[in-house]
């Protein structure tokens, strides 16, 4: 439903083009063919898109989240925000400073369950991250260069809730990512199967971009 490249703040399938929140800039990313990234200070900047139906996830709903990200070359002592619809937390593809760990995390009716992947990220290089949430199964998993350590159960998912998506910050004030970030994509109805994630992965590393989610 949504597909934001990082070279400017259109949404390259929808209609949710970004707001851009104290200057974020746009650099040279991960390669040629993906182009270039959003570029932010971890301190206060961040894109955002005010709530709306399509962006909306309801509860029982599958659901992805992509992005391409660059970590910073010193790690910060916070938790970073890569993807986030924020009024409760409705869905949140994020960075735990704690346990220096990709997630992904859904109210889930009260259980909050997190997937954790449960690798450490290395400071500067590039990784491919997927959150998603598949209702039939009730799994909810995470995925970093097409990889998982497997998902944890989730019965209802996200929430519809009334807040703003976030590209690289929670609510605006805290948690900033401090690094790059390129390439998201937000898929409604649908958990990317093993198969798309390692394409989404493979078409920055050779295989022609982008990689058009399906809605």
Do not use: C
Request: proline share 4%.
């Amino acid at each position: 439903v949504a597909w934001w490249k990082g070279a400017d703040l259109n949404d390259s399938v929808g209609s949710n083009s970004l707001t851009n929140n104290n200057t974020v800039t746009f650099t040279s990313g991960k390669n040629a063919t993906l182009g270039n990234a959003f570029t932010l200070n971890g301190t206060n900047q961040f894109m955002s898109v005010a709530d709306n139906a399509a962006i909306s996830i309801a509860i029982d709903t599958s659901f992805s989240i992509v992005a391409w990200i660059k970590t910073p070359a010193s790690l910060p002592a916070n938790p970073m925000d890569m993807v986030v619809k924020y009024s409760t937390t409705d869905y949140e593809l994020g960075w735990h400073n704690d346990t220096n760990r990709v997630y992904t995390y859904v109210p889930d009716n009260g259980a909050n369950p997190v997937a954790n992947y449960l690798t450490d990220l290395s400071t500067s290089p590039w990784y491919h991250t997927v959150g998603t949430y598949d209702d039939t199964a009730q799994l909810l998993t995470t995925y970093v260069n097409s990889a998982t350590d497997g998902g944890v159960a989730a019965t209802r998912g996200a929430v519809d809730g009334t807040g703003a998506l976030r590209i690289g910050s929670l609510e605006g004030t805290s948690r900033f990512w401090s690094g790059q970030i390129q390439a998201v994509g937000l898929y409604k109805g649908h958990a990317l199967s093993t198969a798309e994630i390692s394409d989404s992965y493979n078409g920055g590393t050779g295989k022609q971009w982008p990689f058009i989610p399906d809605t």
